[in-house]
């Protein structure tokens, strides 16, 4: 639809989060990546995967999914200073992964052609 029409308004995204895209999120994500606060692990979590993602997706169109709390964590930097860094729970990884694809096929459509970058892109988003 962003392809075809530049004026289209999008009001609802919801339906473009299927289970199939959550699962295609899950396998895009690091299997080695730290676990956030819930302290899930991508190969603890894809024990049961069908039944998890559809239980994810259920809870996100119901209204009913709520992001857990990043867990901090400080990194050493080369100045002696901390860095803070967030770390998503999994199911927020994936949540976020899926979005990012609803979201990037609109955008792409906005960017596309334009000499002026973001600024075209937001002025296009904002009529």
């Given at each position: 639809?962003?392809?075809?029409d530049?004026?289209?308004?999008?009001?609802?995204?919801?339906?473009?989060?299927?289970?199939?895209?959550?699962?295609?999120?899950?396998?895009?994500?690091?299997?080695?990546?730290?676990?956030?606060?819930?302290?899930?692990?991508?190969?603890?979590?894809?024990?049961?995967?069908?039944?998890?993602?559809?239980?994810l997706?259920?809870?996100?169109?119901?209204?009913?999914?709520r992001?857990k709390?990043?867990?901090?964590?400080?990194?050493?930097?080369?100045?002696?200073?901390?860095?803070?860094?967030?770390?998503?729970?999994?199911?927020?990884?994936?949540v976020?992964?899926?979005?990012?694809?609803?979201?990037?096929?609109?955008?792409?459509?906005?960017f596309?052609?334009?000499?002026?970058?973001?600024?075209?892109?937001?002025?296009?988003?904002?009529?």
């Open positions: 639809m962003a392809r075809g530049s004026s289209e308004r999008f009001t609802s995204l919801m339906h473009h989060i299927t289970v199939e895209l959550l699962h295609r999120a899950y396998h895009k994500l690091n299997p080695k990546a730290a676990p956030g606060v819930d302290a899930v692990t991508w190969e603890e979590y894809g024990q049961g995967l069908e039944e998890r993602l559809a239980e997706h259920a809870r996100v169109h119901r209204g009913r999914y992001a709390p990043s867990k901090r964590i400080y990194l050493p930097k080369t100045d002696g200073r901390l860095r803070p860094i967030g770390i998503a729970a999994l199911e927020d990884k994936i976020q992964q899926a979005v990012v694809w609803v979201l990037e096929q609109i955008y792409e459509e906005a596309l052609g334009s000499v002026m970058g973001f600024g075209r892109a937001v002025a296009l988003m904002m009529r």
